[in-house]
């Protein structure tokens, strides 16, 4: 007798059992494609696994694991780039029954120990030297790490005060694998086969807005429910390549495995940020997922090279860029209200001319395949989301915590909405609390934080419901629209609740300039803010404006910068209610980044760490007073 049940609800165990039946299903099919850089520093040459190919390593992996010791749920760290090694590490950690502990590759030594310790990781895999020495420098913290496996072979050697066998080679660790499977062949498909749904599979370290970094405790579960409900919705297509370069210690770069196992696609992985523009025309994706800061970037950089071409040519990227958000804005808002996309055929003229003169070469700079892009861990301008859908390149917003497994809400390709973040995955509950907040309940919602009770049993309640700590609503058919961060809402010293993380998009959409824009105002009489400029884009700006070979700090100090960005600040408040608008601002001597702090390794603000750096600047805008 067949069974009738939904995908959700017959979905397997195990993120390592959606591998096996991937690789049983379509073992020829590619699966994963990845750069090997040329030896006189030309182009890459892309290589690629099939699904048999990347078992036959991921089983090796898991197999040699077995062979240092792992048991069931020990954990087994991983700190290195996104590549198509991490990947076959993870899968195999799976396999193994192990538990993978994500680390960001910029965390530094004192932190990666933390992670370490705090997550009681047995194993460290680590990319390369640079990683490496950050535990050698911690060992004695580390009583527990009983092996350093390092991707790069080269970087493996042992040194002076390493215990015997203490640092192994991926290389060598394969091997091990291969000759335990030699031995035991059934061992990581009987592994695999013994693994429960409530078993312990990942541990993300959030990296907060504050304090110490919690290991957030999702289980085999969570994957095969992510996996499983993301292809329910037919987001992606068999017949997808996905560029894959998010940082893969993300959890919402790990939801994508999950999808990917689910739906057969190829995967292009390289997380070299800064090989993604040369990469693009040369994979040719038709799926990317990514960060808002991408988009923002790539429609600034459109912009600055246009006014760099002559005026002429930037008042004609102005001008599409206009029709590109017009009619993005349009379409949207009439297949809402009538069922078709259709706009009126004045608009469509201006936008087929458009189109022939800018837009239609910007989609050739992402390969000119793609039938759209995700955006998610941070909120999208809609001015920048219009612009894209108008310019065929659909951004699919979506939301999700850590703590939920990521992916909770998306935006249909058929269907989506500017300025949302879509509708709830099959399997999901959501509903508002009194206060605005989003709560949801689910598989895909975590075991709770690991070693901490306390900080578990404030985020979950007892029926199962998570607290995300987001304000938003819903529409009647289901799409939600996220407002604010809970925590960080501004009630001004007149009483006046303020959204800072709205006011800073729409000046990021206004000023191609602007990077990161910090709103301030809680207990003060107006609102400020602390803005750092986009360093390639203004020193392009200021070589245009007499300022030719000046350093960034130079020029946001230079009179001419700040009436600039004051030109646009005036922009922003024109559309904005009078307790809102920005009656102060301070261009910061720097961009913000993860390297100072400043941003979490999700390019999240960290408002309390900037406001506490720049405290003076901000006391300056105030004259000296404190908040009320």
């Known amino acids: 007798m067949s069974d009738k049940r ?19 299903a379509t073992p ?25 190919q990347a078992a036959d390593r991921v089983y090796a992996v898991a197999a040699g694991l077995m062979a240092l010791g792992l048991r069931t749920e020990e954990r087994v760290a991983i700190a290195s780039t996104t590549r198509v090694e991490w990947i076959v590490c993870d899968l195999g950690v799976l396999c193994a029954g192990g538990a993978t502990t994500t680390v960001y590759p910029q965390t530094d030594a004192g932190e990666a120990a933390f992670i370490l310790a705090d997550s009681d990781s047995r194993v460290l895999i680590a990319e390369d030297a640079e990683q490496l020495a950050k535990v050698r420098a911690r060992r004695e913290e580390l009583p527990g790490l009983a092996h350093v496996v390092v991707i790069e072979s080269e970087d493996a050697a042992p040194a002076d005060g390493d215990p015997p ?42 990296s907060g807005t504050t304090g110490r970094p919690k290991g957030v405790r999702l289980r ?52 070299r940020v800064d090989r993604i523009v040369e990469n693009l025309p040369v994979v040719r994706p038709t799926s990317m997922a990514a960060v808002p800061r991408i988009f923002e970037k790539v429609y600034n950089g459109a912009a600055n090279r246009a006014r760099d071409a002559g005026r002429i040519e930037h008042l004609v990227f102005r001008w599409a860029a206009e029709v590109a958000k017009e009619y993005g804005r349009v379409s949207q808002e009439n297949l809402r209200r009538i069922g078709s996309a259709r706009v009126p055929t004045v608009l469509r003229l201006r936008h087929a001319v458009a189109d022939k003169l800018v837009l239609s070469k910007l989609r050739e700079r992402f390969g000119g395949r793609l039938r759209g892009c995700l955006s998610g861990s941070a909120a999208l301008s809609p001015e920048i989301g219009y612009f894209f859908a108008g310019a065929g390149i659909p951004v699919l917003e979506g939301y999700g915590l850590t703590e939920s497994g990521a992916a909770n809400f ?62 938003g609503e819903l529409s009647d058919d289901g799409y939600l629209r996220i407002t604010d961060r809970k925590k960080d809402l501004i009630k001004t010293s007149g009483g006046k609740y303020i959204a800072p993380t709205a006011i800073e998009g729409r000046l990021k959409a206004v000023c191609p300039h ?104 901000i006391d300056r805008m105030y004259g000296g007073d404190r908040p009320a």
């Not at 291969?178 to 312990?200: F, K, Y």
Request: hydrophobic share 40%.
């Open 6 to 24: 939904s995908p959700i609800e017959n979905r397997p165990p195990s993120m390592a059992h959606l591998f096996r039946e991937r690789v049983e």
């Open 28 to 52: 020829e099919h590619e699966a994963y494609r990845y750069p090997v850089p040329s030896p006189d520093g030309g182009p890459d040459e892309w290589r690629s696994y099939t699904w048999a």
């Open 165 to 206: 066998g203490w640092v192994v080679s991926l290389d060598d660790l394969l091997a091990r694998g291969r000759s335990h499977l030699a031995a035991h062949p059934n061992s990581v498909l009987d592994s695999i086969g013994s693994l429960a749904a409530d078993q312990l599979a990942t541990l993300i370290y959030t």
């Open 220 to 271: 085999h579960d969570t994957w095969s429910y992510m996996g499983r409900a993301i292809g329910s919705i037919e987001l992606l297509r068999a017949d997808d390549l996905q560029y894959l370069w998010l940082p893969l210690a993300h959890v919402f770069g790990k939801v994508l495995l999950a999808a990917q196992l689910t739906v057969g696609h190829s995967a292009a992985v390289d997380g």
């Open 410 to 471: 998306v935006n249909p390709l058929d269907a989506y909405r500017t300025g949302t973040v879509g509708k709830a995955l099959p399997g999901l509950e959501v509903r508002i609390a009194e206060d605005g907040e989003i709560l949801l309940r689910g598989p895909g919602v975590m075991e709770g934080y690991h070693h901490l009770p306390g900080r578990t049993a404030e985020a979950l309640a007892e029926d199962g419901w998570l607290r995300t700590g987001d304000i």
């Open 514 to 617: 602007v990077s990161h824009v910090l709103v301030i105002g809680a207990g003060r009489s107006f609102c400020s803010a602390l803005i750092a400029l986009d360093e390639p884009s203004v020193t392009a700006w200021a070589a245009d404006n007499g300022m030719a070979g000046r350093s960034y700090r130079e020029i946001v100090a230079d009179p001419r910068t700040v009436a600039m960005v004051d030109g646009y600040v005036a922009r922003l408040n024109a559309g904005l209610q009078r307790w809102q608008t920005i009656k102060q601002f301070r261009l910061l001597p720097r961009d913000l980044d993860v390297e100072h702090g400043e941003l979490t390794a999700g390019l999240k603000l960290k408002r309390p760490v900037v406001e506490r750096e720049y405290r003076d600047l």
